[in-house]
């Protein structure tokens, strides 16, 4: 059901779950965003939406000849994907442990720590086939990149690229073995482009705060100025920002591989392709028809047919949903539950003992390393699926069985 608010130039059409309203915070970044002079005909809101940096997690915006780098934001082309297998709760019968260890010691986790080493075993060395991915997929792009804007590159050209190519990453970013509603097991991860898109995002965000500077733009939000189409930065930032969607597409495919074969080695049976494979972005600008630019923060295409994922939290079901292609939504769904506690309100609101008490079940760490990614800070999973019946159908609910965590 859409809840029509009236704001700024353009409406803004919001799918709100029942029991959970809009934070204040959030609404106020809609109604900033609303306000701009180069927002198309409104902006949608999905049922998972919650306070962003810069924009707010959760929105559809159209942009007339012109992007908002806020709007995409640093987590560029961070998205999910999912393969349906041949195995079966049987076949992981007693291995969930195997499986976490067997996840946990294959992929790295996190990034390089304060001793300079990751959350796996060793440090991160680059298998053949990963150096090759970047080679034949992104390398020759992103030299180009740099030969505009060096500083993408990091301080002296030392910020991560293809070293974290295959890399998990942090915060809400996962691995997880799931079964569905019979019994059969699927793969899912979340991850994106890692360190480079995040510098790219932060510095064409200084770009375009400088461009509302030099051109007084007068903005609501400092972070919501944009780049013009036409311009130099605007195709050099279209070009960066396409590029860092490839990165999380390659990211992604590439740990696939890797979870497929930790999952073989720790069980003993060898997974062959159910036919069944999603892999979608969630922070990303599509390029539509009359020079209108679509910026997903936090949403997933949902056009007629098309399938999505939509996660719960660590202890929650996960859906794989097929899309109605609603034009009132252009074509999106959330992208998960979204956060009703902030991360430090997590932490300080959640025990130990209550977040454990919700993964039982759940092969994970389940301490308080984890508190910010716990069920209870997220919305009700039921509900938010409940207020996008419009948006997207079911096509199979997942359970987490084991969850490896950022």
Request: aromatic share 6%; hydrophobic share 40%; charged share 20%.
């Amino acid at each position: 059901m859409i809840e029509l608010i009236e704001q700024g130039k353009v409406p803004i059409k919001l799918w709100e779950p029942e029991g959970f309203p809009t934070e204040h915070g959030a609404l106020n970044q809609l109604r900033n965003v609303a306000s701009l002079p180069i927002i198309g005909s409104h902006i949608a809101v999905m049922p998972d939406v919650h306070w962003g940096m810069g924009a707010t997690v959760g929105s559809v915006i159209p942009t007339k000849h012109a992007i908002i780098p806020a709007a995409v934001g640093v987590d560029i082309g961070c998205g999910m994907m999912a393969i349906k297998t041949n195995l079966t709760m049987m076949d992981i019968e007693g291995k969930t442990r195997a499986i976490f260890d067997a996840l946990e010691n294959s992929i790295p986790i996190g990034g390089p720590g304060a001793k300079g080493s990751w959350h796996s075993q060793g440090w991160w060395t680059q298998p053949k086939e990963i150096i090759s991915a970047w080679e034949r997929n992104l390398a020759h792009e992103y030299t180009c990149i740099l030969a505009q804007h060096p500083m993408i590159g990091g301080q002296k050209g030392q910020g991560y690229s293809f070293e974290q190519l295959g890399t998990l990453g942090t915060g809400n970013h996962f691995i997880e073995v799931c079964h569905d509603t019979i019994g059969i097991i699927w793969l899912m991860l979340h991850s994106g482009s890692r360190g480079v898109g995040n510098r790219i995002g932060v510095y064409f965000i200084n770009k375009a705060r400088e461009e509302a500077l030099r051109l007084n733009r007068h903005l609501p939000d400092k972070d919501l100025g944009w780049l013009d189409n036409g311009t130099m930065l605007f195709e050099d930032y279209r070009r960066a920002v396409m590029w860092a969607q490839r990165f999380a597409r390659v990211n992604r495919d590439e740990m696939m591989f890797r979870v497929m074969s930790a999952v073989e080695h720790a069980t003993g049976r060898k997974i062959q392709d159910a036919g069944v494979a999603v892999n979608c972005h969630h922070n990303y600008v599509e390029e539509r028809e009359n020079g209108i630019y679509l910026t997903r923060k936090g949403a997933v295409s949902a056009r007629e047919g098309e399938l999505g994922i939509i996660p719960g939290s660590m202890g929650a079901k996960s859906f794989i949903v097929r899309g109605k292609g609603n034009p009132e939504s252009f074509e999106s769904c959330s992208h998960g539950a979204g956060r009703r506690l902030s991360r430090g309100a997590a932490k300080r609101s959640i025990s130990v003992e209550d977040h454990a008490a919700a993964l039982v079940g759940v092969e994970c760490r389940n301490d308080a390393s984890t508190l910010d990614e716990a069920v209870g800070a997220y919305k009700d999973i039921d509900a938010v699926m409940a207020a996008q019946s419009d948006l997207v159908e079911i096509v199979a609910t997942l359970k987490q069985v084991v969850c490896v965590k950022g």
